[in-house]
């Protein structure tokens, strides 16, 4: 029987989301059901969240897990009262920041993803726009980019840009390395200026070839065929201009993302 596990929060329910998932991936041979509930941000939505959770337990006979990132104590107190294992991260958390501190917290909800701090969200907001506009080789001008991702067709370009966007404000563009280049050994010459944020993907011609073929069945673009040649010319390419490569056939978006950021410590604003 699938554990059920509730994300709850008075934002997105990001934060709680990847704390919890970090958490469950230490169980594997367990399995999960999950269930996010979103801008808990009054106790009328509180109570209603609080009803669903009773409902679960009731109907499973296992009290669930609820993950919580509320953050305002008034709600973060309506949890206590659920037939479940409550994770409260905030709470969790906060009373040794304030012991360390000297200080108390002001809670507030919505600063975890910069709503509280205009320029970071203006700055996400504009990386993202980036991303769309610089998404498989749609971008000129590469000036701007913080890292340009390279590799063949479906092989996670885009949803890393868009994460790299969203949760880090890096500008991040892509370009696909498609057959012509393959065939030429050639990285295309607009990158001549910009090889330093060059980064590429690579993925198992098997997983490809599935990701293909849904996408586009029985073409020869999907075939394993195609996909093993093209993953391998990649491979020897990108190695060959001592590009650095990342695999991303076993790794979540938020790992390889997280990965791109180390390699190429963006961690700070890059130096213009």
């Not at 305002?72 to 409260?88: H, S």
């Not at 090889?195 to 586009?216: H, K, N, Y």
């Amino acid at each position: 029987m699938a554990r059920t596990i509730f994300y709850v929060s008075d934002g997105t329910g990001i934060t709680a989301e990847a704390v919890g998932h970090a958490l469950l991936t230490q169980f594997p041979g367990l399995r999960f059901r999950t269930e996010r509930i979103p801008f808990v941000e009054d106790e009328e939505r509180a109570q209603a969240a609080l009803e669903r959770i009773r409902a679960v337990a009731r109907s499973e006979g296992v009290r669930p897990v609820v993950v919580s990132s509320v953050v305002t104590p008034e709600i973060r107190r309506v949890f206590a009262e659920a037939d479940a294992l409550v994770l409260d991260i905030i709470d969790s958390y906060l009373g040794p920041l304030e012991e360390e501190f000297g200080v108390q917290s002001s809670p507030k909800a919505g600063r975890a993803h910069g709503f509280g701090d205009p320029a970071r969200y203006d700055a996400r907001i504009a990386a993202t726009n980036y991303a769309l506009s610089h998404d498989d080789g749609l971008g000129s001008d590469y000036d701007e980019a913080d890292v340009i991702l390279l590799g063949v067709s479906r092989s996670g370009k885009t949803p890393t840009c868009l994460y790299l966007a969203l949760h880090y404000g890096v500008k991040a563009a892509n370009d696909p390395l498609v057959p012509e280049d393959l065939e030429a050994r050639r990285i295309p010459d607009r990158f001549a200026r910009v090889r330093d944020r060059l980064f590429g993907l690579t993925i198992d011609p098997e997983r490809l070839a599935e990701v293909r073929e849904t996408r586009m069945p029985g073409t020869r673009y999907a075939s394993l065929a195609q996909c093993r040649w093209e993953v391998a010319a990649a491979e020897r390419l990108l190695a060959s201009r001592s590009i650095p490569i990342l695999s991303t056939t076993r790794s979540s978006v938020e790992e390889i993302a997280s990965m791109i950021m180390n390699r190429l410590d963006l961690r700070a604003p890059r130096q213009r």
